[in-house]
T-cell receptor, first 112, second 114 residues
Framework: DQQVKQNSPSLSVQEGRISILNCDYT??????FLWYKKYPAEGPTFLIS?????DKNEDGRFTVFLNKSAKHLSLHIVPSQPGDSAVYFC???????????FGPGTRLSVLP | NAGVTQTPKFRILKIGQSMTLQCAQD?????MYWYRQDPGMGLKLIYY???????DKGEVPNGYNVSRSTTEDFPLRLELAAPSQTSVYFC?????????????FGEGSRLTVL
C-alpha cells in the first residue's frame, strides 16, 4: 500500500514556464514533508521542506504548497530551467521525523 | 567536507555470497538510514538508527542486517545474496531533533546479484 503517491511518472515543460509536480499521501499522521531532486548516478539532494503547521514555503524559484484536508502537496518551479531536469521525489514523515516514506518520483524534463 | 560516504560504488555478487556496504558520515548526525531504490520505484527504507547502539527495521529489512557501534558508521550486511537484492543502495544521515532536518544522502552503491 503506497502511502506517498506521485501519479505522474514524467512531466515535460518548456524553459521559462512553470513546472508543477504533485504528491498525494494517505497517512494522516504525516506532519513533515520534503522534496528531493535526483540526477542520474547521484544521491538525492534536498530541495525544500514544509511542516504541517504551514500551507506554503518558498525558497527562491521553488515553492511547496500543502493542502492538509486533501492530503496533497505540490512543488512549483518558476521559471523552469534546463538544469532542473531530474527526478523529483516527495517524502513524508510522521512520529517527529524518525523515518521518511518516499514516493516513486516524477521525471521532469525542461526543454530549451 | 565529505558528508556521507558510501563504499563500494559498484559490486557484482554471485547468489549466496555475502558482503557489507559501508557508510560513514562526518557531520556528527545522530540519525542514519539505509534505503534501496529499484528501477522506476521510490526509495524503500531497509533499516535506520537513531544513535549509536540503536537500530530498527524499516519497510524491507529481510535479507539484511545492520550495526551502529559508532556515531559515524552504519554498515549494511547482506548475508546470502539473492537476485531480488539487485538494486541501488543509498545511505543517508540526519541531524535529528523533533520534526526538522533534511536527509543527506551518499552517492549510492549499485549492487548486482547474478
Amino acid at each position: 500500500d503506497q502511502q506517498v503517491k506521485q501519479n505522474s511518472p514524467s512531466l515535460s515543460v518548456q524553459e521559462g514556464r512553470i513546472s508543477i509536480l504533485n504528491c498525494d499521501y494517505t497517512n494522516s499522521m504525516f506532519d513533515y514533508f520534503l522534496w528531493y531532486k535526483k540526477y542520474p548516478a547521484e544521491g538525492p539532494t534536498f530541495l525544500i521542506s514544509i511542516s504541517s503547521i504551514k500551507d506554503k514555503n518558498e525558497d527562491g524559484r521553488f515553492t511547496v504548497f500543502l493542502n492538509k484536508s486533501a492530503k496533497h502537496l505540490s512543488l512549483h518551479i518558476v521559471p523552469s530551467q534546463p538544469g532542473d531536469s531530474a527526478v523529483y521525489f516527495c517524502a513524508a514523515s510522521g512520529n517527529y521525523g524518525q523515518n521518511f516514506v518516499f514516493g516513486p518520483g516524477t521525471r521532469l524534463s525542461v526543454l530549451p | 567536507n565529505a558528508g556521507v560516504t558510501q563504499t563500494p560504488k559498484f559490486r557484482i555478487l554471485k547468489i549466496g555470497q555475502s558482503m557489507t556496504l559501508q557508510c560513514a558520515q562526518d557531520m556528527n548526525h545522530n540519525y542514519m538510514y539505509w534505503y534501496r531504490q529499484d528501477p522506476g520505484m521510490g526509495l524503500k527504507l531497509i533499516y535506520y538508527s537513531v544513535g549509536a547502539g540503536i537500530t530498527d527495521k524499516g519497510e524491507v529489512p529481510n535479507g539484511y542486517n545492520v550495526s551502529r557501534s559508532t556515531t559515524e558508521d552504519f554498515p549494511l550486511r547482506l548475508e546470502l545474496a539473492a537476485p531480488s537484492q539487485t538494486s541501488v543502495y543509498f545511505c543517508a544521515s540526519r541531524r535529528g531533533g523533533v520534526g526538522t532536518g533534511e536527509l543527506f544522502f551518499g552517492e549510492g552503491s549499485r549492487l548486482t546479484v547474478l
